[in-house]
């Protein structure tokens, strides 16, 4: 049971920039899609961002390329979501969440992934 757990989250001024962390409790295989997805209260579980890990491609919401970067470090188990020019739209909940199984048709789809994080509060003022 792989455990993820969020960090980093914080009030911000719009303009400004905030960088999340996700730390797995276990390796993370080679098969994995790791993402970041955000949540408002009353809306559904919105994709932010994913990285296949076996070759660390990236792939991002519209509303967020060009802002936001995902990176990693392999030997720490870490995920890193970069944001940078936040926006009051970014406010959210966000979640880190792992699939055992890359799929290319399904990666931004929330309900195919298997473990998630407890979530970190993210909040841009205008």
């Known amino acids: 049971q792989v455990q993820l757990v969020e960090s980093g989250g914080g009030l911000v001024q719009a303009g400004g920039s905030l960088r999340l962390s996700c730390a797995a409790s276990?390796?993370?295989?080679?098969?994995?899609?790791v993402a970041w997805f955000r949540q408002v209260p009353g809306k559904e579980r919105e994709f932010v961002a994913a990285?296949?890990?076996?070759?660390?491609?990236?792939y991002y919401a519209d509303s967020v390329k060009d802002r936001f970067t995902l990176s990693r470090d392999n030997a720490k188990n870490t995920m890193y979501l970069q944001m940078n020019s936040l926006k009051p739209e970014d406010t959210a909940v966000y979640f880190c969440?792992?699939?055992?199984?890359?799929?290319?048709?399904?990666?931004?789809?929330?309900?195919?992934?298997?473990?998630w994080g407890q979530g970190t509060q993210v909040t841009v003022s205008s």
């Open positions: 276990e390796g993370i295989y080679t098969k994995y899609a």
């Open positions: 990285i296949r890990w076996n070759d660390g491609h990236t």
């Open positions: 969440a792992a699939d055992r199984l890359y799929n290319s048709a399904t990666y931004r789809n929330p309900n195919v992934y298997d473990y």
